[in-house]
């Protein structure tokens, strides 16, 4: 199959990795050169922009963009992706936005003729690097089925989850609980140890207890108790206290759209953007830790 990959980061470059070796013609653009290099020297061919990737003769066209503001330019603006592409090419954006700006998009699409899919993913970059990452689903379910060979080259677990925008749905609101969960455990853990108990021992009766979640048990964020844990690694790679940051703010948005309250998911906000502050941004999320220890 020919496919379109626009936006080769941490995430998407592995991603379109597994495309190729999976056996698929991969028409790459990336605004960073070593990274369409990267892929080039893999088999990809390179595009100069994101109009040009859509105008070749491809039958899937996946974006990992950073923000929002990068979808709606790379797809919306005067030289995107909906200028150039072709009536049949399924669109597949798999950035992290917000629901309403994956509507508003993939309705514009739909009004030209183009399907389009939202499908943001979990799994971090160890999962884009190993094809073994979740994909959150949102579109036309027939259309979901079509794109299943292709996500299945990237992801382990499939998952659709409702109309468009749902699968952005999915994903920020697993992210909120998640920086929530984390920002427990870290607080849960740095009590007992500053109360007299051994770390490695107090995660042991919370992870065998009514305590234990995967922030505890997968994702430790005191050093040593879970040695391939970023705490373990000063912090270093995993997913970033920044990009918490973001998807926290998605849900905040998000909620203030509905009208519902996110009471946690906000004072969670509140902690990583305090914490970005001091400069911890580049740190893992798990770090947040940090902010509660006194040593």
Same mark, same amino acid.
């Given at each position: 199959?020919?496919?379109?990959?626009?936006?080769?980061?941490?995430?998407?470059?592995?991603?379109?990795?597994?495309?190729?070796?999976?056996?698929?013609?991969?028409?790459?653009?990336?605004?960073?050169?070593?990274?369409?290099?990267?892929?080039?020297?893999?088999?990809?061919?390179?595009?100069?922009?994101?109009?040009?990737? /859509?105008?070749?003769?491809?039958?899937?066209?996946?974006?990992?963009?950073?923000?929002?503001?990068?979808?709606?330019? *790379?797809?919306?603006?005067?030289?995107?992706?909906?200028?150039?592409?072709?009536?049949?090419?399924?669109?597949?954006?798999?950035?992290?936005?917000?629901?309403?700006?994956?509507?508003?998009?993939?309705?514009?699409?739909?009004?030209?003729?183009?399907?389009?899919?939202?499908?943001?993913?979990?799994?971090?970059?160890?999962?884009?690097?190993? %094809?073994?990452?979740?994909?959150?689903?949102?579109?036309?379910?027939? *259309?979901?089925?079509?794109?299943?060979?292709?996500?299945?080259?990237?992801?382990?677990?499939?998952?659709?989850?409702?109309?468009?925008?749902?699968?952005? *749905?999915?994903?920020?609101?697993?992210?909120?609980?998640?920086?929530?969960?984390?920002?427990?455990?870290?607080?849960?853990?740095?009590?007992?140890?500053?109360?007299?108990?051994?770390?490695?021992?107090?995660?042991?009766?919370?992870?065998?207890?009514?305590?234990?979640?995967?922030?505890?048990?997968?994702?430790?964020?005191?050093?040593? *108790?879970?040695?391939?844990?970023?705490?373990?690694?000063?912090?270093?790679?995993?997913?970033?206290?920044?990009?918490?940051?973001?998807?926290?703010?998605?849900?905040?948005?998000?909620?203030? /759209?509905?009208?519902?309250?996110?009471?946690?998911?906000?004072?969670?906000?509140?902690?990583?953007?305090?914490?970005?502050?001091?400069?911890? %941004?580049?740190?893992?999320?798990?770090?947040?830790?940090?902010?509660?220890?006194?040593?």
């Amino acid at each position: 199959m020919n496919i379109g990959f626009i936006g080769l980061g941490n995430m998407g470059a592995p991603m379109a990795l597994n495309l190729l070796k999976a056996g698929h013609k991969v028409h790459v653009y990336d605004l960073l050169e070593a990274a369409v290099q990267t892929l080039e020297a893999a088999g990809a061919q390179r595009q100069a922009s994101p109009a040009q990737v /859509a105008g070749q003769e491809i039958d899937i066209l996946i974006t990992m963009l950073p923000a929002a503001v990068h979808v709606k330019k *790379v797809y919306l603006g005067e030289e995107g992706v909906l200028a150039a592409v072709g009536k049949h090419v399924l669109l597949i954006d798999s950035s992290t936005i917000d629901p309403q700006t994956a509507r508003e998009v993939a309705a514009q699409a739909a009004a030209q003729g183009n399907a389009m899919l939202d499908a943001p993913v979990s799994g971090g970059t160890g999962g884009a690097q190993a %094809g073994t990452l979740t994909f959150m689903v949102g579109g036309d379910e027939a *259309v979901f089925e079509k794109a299943r060979p292709v996500l299945q080259a990237m992801g382990k677990n499939i998952v659709y989850c409702g109309g468009a925008g749902n699968g952005q *749905v999915a994903k920020v609101a697993n992210n909120m609980l998640l920086g929530i969960s984390m920002i427990g455990a870290a607080e849960a853990m740095n009590l007992g140890v500053s109360l007299g108990m051994d770390p490695t021992i107090l995660a042991g009766i919370i992870n065998t207890s009514s305590g234990r979640c995967w922030s505890t048990e997968v994702y430790n964020p005191y050093p040593g *108790v879970v040695e391939t844990a970023p705490a373990s690694k000063g912090y270093a790679g995993g997913f970033g206290a920044d990009l918490m940051l973001k998807d926290l703010g998605l849900a905040t948005e998000a909620a203030k /759209a509905a009208k519902v309250p996110v009471v946690l998911g906000a004072a969670a906000q509140q902690l990583y953007q305090t914490f970005s502050t001091q400069g911890n %941004g580049h740190l893992d999320f798990s770090a947040i830790i940090k902010f509660f220890s006194t040593k």
